[in-house]
């Protein structure tokens, strides 16, 4: 199984920017799917950007396109999450996730707290 920590979070105002970090360890991801979600309390978890094994296709929910950019370090087991120009409506918990194959995605971080202030 893959562990997945995800950092960078904080609060910041709108129009500014963050970068998320997911460190994986466990059994090795290289080949694995990487995506980014969010939620806030009460709402259904939100799409907002995946990666594949080698990092040359790249997904966005529609929120988030222009704004945000998905990459992955394979040699350093990291994924990352560029986040600017922020909008109040991009506040919520994080989570880093991935996936093996073509189906769901399979394991999950905990999360961190993104707050954007406007």
């Known amino acids: 199984q893959v562990q997945l920590v995800e950092s960078g979070g904080g609060s910041v105002q709108a129009g500014g920017s963050l970068r998320l970090s997911c460190a994986a360890s466990?059994?090795?991801?290289?080949?694995?799917?990487m995506g980014w979600f969010r939620q806030n309390p009460g709402k259904e978890r939100e799409f907002v950007a995946a990666i594949n094994w080698s990092g040359n296709t790249k997904y966005y929910g529609d929120s988030v396109k222009g704004r945000f950019t998905i990459s992955r370090d394979n040699a350093k087991n990291m994924v990352f999450l560029q986040m600017n120009s922020l909008k109040f409506e991009d506040t919520a918990v994080y989570y880093c996730?991935?996936?093996?194959?073509?189906?769901?995605?399979?394991?999950w971080g905990q999360g961190t707290q993104v707050t954007v202030s406007s």
């Open positions: 466990g059994r090795s991801f290289s080949n694995n799917v």
């Open positions: 996730a991935g996936k093996s194959g073509t189906g769901s995605y399979d394991y």
